[in-house]
C-alpha cells in the first residue's frame, strides 16, 4: 500500500462578492492572481476545507451554494499533480488578503488580471459561462 502515489486533493472556491467575484494575488510560486482555495486536511471534509481555506486567504465568511465541477488535468498546477473541487459560494466581510495571499481584490469578467495561476482562467472562463447559460463545463478526457 505505500507503494500508492495518488494526486492531491484541492478545493478552489469561486467567491461571489460585491458585484464580482474574488481573486488573491499569490505570495508562494506559482505567482500570479488566482482563486482563493488550497489543500483539503486529512480528516477534513471538502466543504469545510471550501470555508477555512476562503477565511484563511480572504477574511470572508462563506456560504458555499453549490460544487461548481472537478478539475484534474496532470499539469493543472506546476509543482505537481492535484484535483481539485471548485465551489461557488457567497462572501461575507471585509475583504483582505491574508496567510499566503499577498492582496485579495475584486473582479469582473470584464477585468480579469493578466497574469492568473494554475488553470484558473478556465476555470473562471467555465463559471462565467454557466452564469450566462446555466451548462456546466464539459467533461474533458
Known amino acids: 500500500m505505500a ?12 467567491i461571489r462578492y460585491k458585484g464580482g467575484i474574488v ?3 499569490r505570495k508562494n510560486y ?3 492572481w488566482a482563486l482563493p482555495g488550497g489543500f ?3 480528516g477534513e471534509s471538502l466543504e469545510e476545507a471550501a470555508v477555512r481555506e476562503a477565511k484563511e486567504e480572504t477574511s470572508l465568511d462563506v456560504v458555499l451554494l453549490e460544487q461548481f465541477y472537478a478539475y484534474s ?3 493543472r498546477d506546476p509543482r505537481f499533480h492535484t ?10 466581510g471585509d475583504l483582505r488578503g491574508r496567510d499566503d495571499a499577498r492582496k485579495a481584490h475584486v473582479f469582473t469578467e470584464d477585468n480579469l488580471p493578466e497574469q492568473i495561476a494554475f488553470d484558473h482562467r478556465t476555470i473562471l ?4 459561462l454557466y452564469t450566462k447559460t446555466g451548462k456546466r463545463p464539459k467533461i474533458k478526457g
Open 3 to 14: 507503494d500508492i502515489k495518488t494526486p492531491l486533493l484541492t478545493i478552489d472556491i469561486i
Open 40 to 42: 483539503v486536511d486529512i
Open 83 to 92: 484535483v481539485s473541487v471548485v465551489f461557488i459560494g457567497d462572501g461575507e
Open 125 to 128: 472562463y467555465d463559471y462565467f
Open 30 to 32: 506559482p505567482h500570479g
Open 73 to 75: 488535468k496532470p499539469d
Open 23 to 25: 481573486l488573491i494575488e
